[in-house]
């Protein structure tokens, strides 16, 4: 039988077909996550800080605080990760989820690896990942907390809930739904790894980073909103598989995380109006040739802007967000 026949990409059948058990590895999900809790140390350790950060960066990671250096690899590990769970996760997630795949179906012609081995592998990394940020990061938002800790444990419950001992009816669904909030996670989240790293190599580059927040603003929040869309046309097309538990809870934690990434695109809205500012200041001060000290860090509404940065990366460095000093020259 070929792959066009087996995963048709023109039949949903979530409603009727029978998904089965998820995978023969859900048992092992605790040896997925530890050996992607060791890789990622070993990648941090040995690869990130013992040259090549260094060497891609020069000075501009060397005069970081260890706060920042710790935020700064962070978002390479994670943004590296998120690009692998793509690549792997994009077609058995599709099959499954929107074409005729089943957990069981072979991840190609004869293998013995199925679509549901590597979407627990997947979600393994993905909470891996998590759990490394919470344990490595210095500081983090209390939304992030909540966001990763969330992740964390509604993930493991869905494929907990589809062992043999406990199996439960509504499990491969119900796992199906997690998937949808992580792929839309992976995507709708990437750029603003980017965007903070930029903001750290380029952080006298205003015009530059007014643009990219911007459209950090805009990925996080159209990915929400299309996250949105799709999770409840799921949610609502399986209405009649769903047990009363999980059609209280699943409305309720998708509100919540779509929370969070609302905060999150706020937090670039607000970072893409402070570039702006710096950038009118700058404009002031060549009109009038008079050196000026800007004030916004320190007033009010400056604190507040760079109390929502640090939601999303430590604190920068004094080098990069001091107080704007030009004078036009004599």
């Not at 549901?116 to 992030?144: C, H, N, T």
């Not at 159209?222 to 996250?227: D, F, H, I, K, V």
């Not at 509100?255 to 670039?268: D, K, R, Y």
Request: glycine share 6%; proline share 5%.
């Amino acid at each position: 039988m070929d792959i066009v026949t087996r995963h048709h990409p023109h039949e949903i059948s979530l409603k009727s077909k029978e998904l089965g058990p998820i995978s023969i590895l859900a048992p092992f999900s605790a040896l997925i996550i530890s050996i992607t809790l060791v890789v990622s140390f070993l990648v941090r350790y040995y690869v990130l800080e013992g040259f090549l950060i260094q060497r891609a960066y020069g000075t501009t990671f060397t005069n970081m605080s260890e706060l920042n250096r710790r935020g700064f690899i962070n978002h390479h590990i994670a943004g590296f990760t998120k690009i692998l769970i793509l690549i792997l996760a994009a077609y058995p997630f599709i099959s499954v989820t929107f074409c005729k795949g089943r957990f069981q179906t072979p991840f190609a012609p004869g293998s013995p690896v199925t679509l549901g081995d590597i979407l627990v592998i997947v979600a393994q990394i993905l909470m891996g990942m998590y759990i490394f940020e919470l344990i490595y990061r210095v500081k983090l938002s209390p939304v992030a907390v909540l966001h990763h800790i969330g992740t964390i444990m509604i993930g493991q419950s869905a494929i907990a809930i589809s062992l043999r001992a406990v199996r439960e009816p509504d499990a491969g669904i119900e796992f199906i739904l997690c998937t949808t909030w992580g792929a839309f996670d992976i995507i709708s989240e990437f750029f603003p790894h980017v965007a903070i790293i930029l903001y750290r190599v380029y952080p006298d580059r205003h015009r530059f980073l007014s643009r990219v927040f911007l459209l950090s603003c805009f990925t996080t929040a159209t990915g929400t909103l299309c996250e949105t869309v799709v999770t409840m046309w799921l949610f609502g097309s399986l209405w009649n598989r769903w047990r009363l538990a999980f059609r209280v809870v699943t409305p309720l934690l998708h509100i919540a995380f779509s929370a969070a990434q609302i905060h999150g695109s706020m937090v670039f809205y607000r970072m893409y109006r402070r570039q702006e500012r710096y950038l009118e200041e700058e404009g002031d001060i060549e009109a009038t040739g008079v050196k000026v000290t800007s004030a916004l860090p320190e007033d009010k509404e400056g604190k507040e802007i760079c109390h929502e940065i640090d939601q999303i990366t430590p604190s920068p460095s004094a080098e990069s967000t001091a107080h704007i000093a030009v004078s036009r020259p004599n």
